[in-house]
């Protein structure tokens, strides 16, 4: 017989901690200590249905795997629950008119068009978590004067406008061909989906529709470990031979790990993508200020809530900080799925990666997201290939780089310098939360059509064309700007604007 509402009430502290999920109750009592977001978060929720809570953080299935089934206390007549009267917010509603008047999806013309809609639309928790980077976010002065330098997150970007092309030309480049292979998998364009944690804050379908937009323009996907769809949604959301990928961020549990690892070849992942620059995760105080700031119910014990960690943080606790290049011979005994190093950021640790017999790397500061003032995954790509070549090495190891990837010409300028492909991650998210799957695949087709016209304009016809000699690296690994600013240049430049706002119809 279903349980009440008053059944489950009455369990509402540390010594008896019952919640709701999903119409179902729970016994989460001697879970509490275990929790990764810690006991706090629960036991606010005590005695109580906690499904939007827990919803856009955690995948379905997580209870199922982590909970005994003897704490599965059955389903619940969701009509007996009291349901608890939530003050009116201003700022939802604003927001909520802000998505009714958003921009037609039409009038994104680039990456940044998504982000500019995407920061208007979405609740401030899901904006901290995705927009946030680590420590001092160092780089801009938030008056649209750049700083002489830029740092981190926003470095990974502004190094790509350091290097400049030298474009050949009288080349046929009538037809365009800019497909390519990564890890033996032919794909359309060479990019893929990276790796990023919480797709429902920004869409409650979360992950499946990444999954469904990469489909369409035959682009691989690389399953998120803290994803809040679980692993088998996303694959069962992948139609024909599509190709996907693992992210792994390594549990202390090396028994987990493992079955996680098998588990995804299987289901027919084609690489492991092991994180090896999270050892802990990054503070990021955007996220922190924005994510936590309820101080709980009564039930805490007049405890305070911690507020110091963050959606990253409290998700993350899992992760093992002992994994050490001892640990790749196991790797490679547990799978045959390709094995790639996530978050490799200098020339030496790519030459250990060669050395230890691994397939390939991705040359990354995670987003900016981990060591502030680390330095971009394209400045290492320029430092690492000439060594690789010069040894012989080139073709031992494939090189993927990610991180602040916004136009083709970025993308250009990485195959020109060696790498296989690149990563993006951010720009679908966003365009994710303000147009779901029809968002992700117009930013898809965008990059597609930039990637057209920048081949022609180099003079490359094919992605076989692109070499060194295309480009100019001089500025890239200078960090600073002597050039004074020109104020009369920078008072009459008429800047380039985001799609506005729809104005509200007067009828």
């Not at 009291?82 to 009038?107: C, G, H, N, W």
Request: glycine letters at 8%; one cysteine or more.
């Amino acid at each position: 017989m279903p349980l009440k509402g008053s059944d489950i009430a009455e369990h509402n502290d540390a010594k008896s901690c019952w919640i709701i999920i999903h119409g179902n109750a729970y016994d989460v009592t001697d879970f509490l200590p275990e929790h990764p977001g810690g006991s706090k978060i629960i036991l606010k929720y005590a005695g109580k249905d906690a499904t939007e809570e827990f919803e856009p953080i955690h995948p379905p299935d997580t209870l199922d795997k982590y909970l005994d089934r003897s704490k599965h206390l059955g389903k619940v007549r969701m009509d007996t629950v009291a349901r608890e009267v939530k003050q009116e917010d201003p700022e939802e509603a604003a927001r909520l008119e802000r998505v009714e008047l958003k921009p037609l999806l039409s009038q994104c013309y680039n990456l940044f068009d998504f982000e500019a809609v995407a920061r208007r639309l979405m609740k401030n928790t899901a904006w901290g978590y995705y927009s946030s980077a680590a420590d001092d976010e160092i780089g801009h002065d938030g008056a649209n004067i750049p700083f002489s330098a830029f740092e981190t997150m926003r470095e990974n970007h502004s190094a790509f406008h350091r290097i400049w092309f030298r474009p050949q030309v009288l080349v046929d480049v009538e037809t365009v061909d800019f497909t390519t292979t990564m890890l033996g998998t032919k794909c359309s364009i060479p990019f893929y989906v990276t790796a990023t944690a919480l797709g429902k804050l920004g869409n409650p379908e979360g992950e499946v529709v990444l999954t469904r937009a990469a489909r369409s323009h035959d682009v691989i996907q690389m399953i998120p470990t803290l994803a809040s769809c679980s692993f088998d949604e996303i694959v069962d959301a992948r139609r024909g031979d599509q190709v996907q990928w693992l992210q792994l961020y390594v549990n202390k549990d090396r028994e987990i790990t493992r079955k996680i690892v098998q588990h995804a070849e299987r289901r027919g992942c084609r690489g492991l993508f092991i994180t090896v620059d999270a050892p802990q995760l990054g503070r990021r105080e955007k996220d922190m200020r924005t994510k936590f700031t309820d101080q709980g119910s009564n039930v805490q014990s007049g405890q305070e809530t911690d507020n110091s960690q963050g959606a990253a943080r409290a998700i993350s606790t899992f992760i093992d900080p002992s994994l050490s290049w001892k640990d790749i011979p196991w790797f490679k005994s547990i799978t045959r799925m390709p094995i790639i190093l996530k978050g490799v950021q200098r020339v030496e640790d790519v030459l250990r990666a060669v050395e230890a017999g691994v397939d390939g790397v991705v040359l990354s500061n995670h987003g900016g997201r981990q060591l502030d003032t680390a330095r971009s995954g394209i400045e290492v790509l320029a430092e690492t290939m000439p060594v690789l070549r010069a040894r012989g090495l080139q073709d031992k190891i494939e090189v993927f780089v990610d991180g602040g990837v916004r136009r083709a010409t970025d993308i250009i300028k990485a195959l020109c310098l060696g790498a296989r492909g690149v990563g993006i991650g951010r720009p679908f998210l966003y365009a994710m939360s303000a147009y779901g799957q029809d968002g992700v695949e117009r930013a898809m087709q965008l990059l597609k059509e930039e990637m057209e016209m920048n081949m022609r304009l180099i003079g490359c016809a094919r992605v076989e064309d692109l070499n060194p000699s295309l480009v100019d690296t001089k500025g890239l690994f200078v960090h600073s700007n002597s050039t004074a600013p020109d104020s009369l240049s920078h008072t009459v430049y008429d800047p380039l604007v985001t799609p506005a706002q729809r104005p509200r119809s007067k009828l």
